[in-house]
């Protein structure tokens, strides 16, 4: 796997696995969650936070997902999110899940900046956004 902004380990769980012992697809996309959450937090950032003091939240406005390999029960992964596009409203990502060199998923995602009360789109704040131009 090439080197990334950020990497997060995680390890399969049986929960995580369909009846065929295998990661279940829908699994990489909270695996793709964890080390985006985990990206911000790295950064000084907490979601619950930012929502506090800055009135914004994060969502998912759209997710491509390419399954290449499976992960089996006991793997050690290394989830990775790069920051590929930031824009003022929006930040895209670029993911993967690898065991060892073997990139097993990737993503593209798209993150929207939405107000906490209304859901309408919000301008993530300046010093943010400069801190995730930097990471891109």
């Given at each position: 796997m090439k080197q990334a902004s950020f990497l997060w380990p995680i390890r399969v769980y049986y929960e995580d696995t369909d009846a065929g012992g295998v990661v279940f697809y829908a699994n990489y996309l909270k695996f793709f969650e964890r080390a985006r959450t985990e990206m911000l937090?790295?950064?000084g950032?907490?979601?619950?936070?930012?929502?506090?003091s800055?009135?914004?939240l994060f969502v998912v406005r759209s997710?491509?997902?390419d399954y290449?390999?499976?992960a089996r029960f006991n793997d050690m992964l290394q989830i990775s999110a790069e920051v590929?596009?930031?824009?003022?409203?929006?930040?895209t990502f670029a993911q993967?899940?690898?065991?060892g060199d073997e990139v097993l998923a990737t993503g593209l995602i798209r993150i929207a900046s939405l107000d906490a009360d209304t859901?309408?789109?919000k301008v993530i704040p300046k010093y943010l956004l400069e801190q995730l131009k930097n990471e891109h």
């Open positions: 937090r790295s950064m950032h907490e979601q619950d936070q930012l929502r506090a800055e009135g914004i997710v491509q997902v290449l390999s499976p590929t596009l930031v824009k003022n409203a929006s930040l993967a899940v690898a065991r859901f309408r789109p």
